[in-house]
Every structure is written in C-alpha cells, then in structure tokens.
C-alpha cells in the first residue's frame, strides 16, 4: 500500500496562546514528519508562489482577504498525478476556520476517486472548523477517513497520539 502526505505549513512568526514566537518548522510539518516516519510515506509540500509575510498579523490579514475573495493562488509546483497511491493524508493548518487557500488550488487539480483520505489539522482552538465539509468538496470520490486534530502549542507532545491515529 503506498501513501503520500500533501500539506501546507508556515513557518515564521506565529501565535501561542497569547505570545508571538518565531518557529523554525511550522506546527503542520512536526505532524508530517511524524506520520512520515510511521507510515513511510512520500512527502508533497504545498508552496505558494508568492509566500506569506513573516509576521504573523500580516499573514493573517493576507490570508483573510484571499478567503474572502475565494482565490486560488498560484501554487510553485502541482504534485501532479496521485494515481500510484491508495491513501492519502492531508494537512494543514486552520486558516479561517478552513484549509489555507493554496490548498484548494492543489486539490482541485487531483483525481480522488477510489483515494483513502486521512486529514489532520493544526489550530489554536477551532480544530478543523468547516475544513471537513469543503474536503469533501474538493476530494470527490474519496473515502474520507475520521481526522486528527491537534493544538498547535501540543504538537511536540502528540507523537503517540498521531501513532494511534495512523495505525486506525
Ligand atoms: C492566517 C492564519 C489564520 C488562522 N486562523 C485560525 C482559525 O481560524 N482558527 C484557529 O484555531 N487557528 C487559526 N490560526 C492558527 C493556526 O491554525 C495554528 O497556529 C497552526 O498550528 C499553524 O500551523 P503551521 O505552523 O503548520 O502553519 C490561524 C493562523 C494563521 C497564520
């Protein structure tokens, strides 16, 4: 069975639980690279064309905008075709209470018919928020698996919770 993991992630200026902090690996990757060594898996990152400012209110008011204008920015590279693998883990971080929007640009150009989807989120409270419904939209065809949700101040304490979630 062979697996791959599309996700977003930012690193840079974020937000803990009141602090501003500068992160070297975003909240996303540090789940990735945990699902990747349990599972194998191969790794797509999601890049923007143009990437998100490094202050975090920046990033915010950007990505609020392109939510709002339900844009598809252009993203550096497609993972192209998806057709070799059975099951395919999504992550990403809340933005907006849903996926951040250069994601969408990559799912829609992907073929999810017969896929096994497993997605994960980070987030700073809402868990997936509205994200579930909009996967549903954008990986027709797939089988959409429960996902795993985690804080992103947590995510350095999750190892074993991602290992109970991967071996469902
Ligand atoms: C643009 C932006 C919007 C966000 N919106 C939400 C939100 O609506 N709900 C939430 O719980 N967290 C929100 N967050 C917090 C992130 O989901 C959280 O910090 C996440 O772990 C970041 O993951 P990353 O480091 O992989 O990018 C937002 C963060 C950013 C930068």
Redesign the pocket.
Known sequence: MSNLII?????GE???GGELKN?E???????TDYIQEFTGADLFKVEPKVP?PES?ME??????KERKDDARPEIKESVGDISSYDTIYI????????L?MPMWTQLEQLDFSGKTVKPF???????F?RSLKDLDDLCKGAEIMNGLS????N?YNSKDTVKLWVDE
Do not use: D
């Open positions: 996700y977003y992630s930012r690193e974020n937000y803990f992160i690996k975003g909240n996303t990757e540090v789940i998100y975090y990033c915010t008011e950007v990505a609020k992550g990403f971080p809340n933005w907006w209470g849903t951040p989120v980070t987030h700073e409270g809402s868990g928020g985690i804080p992103g101040a995510v």
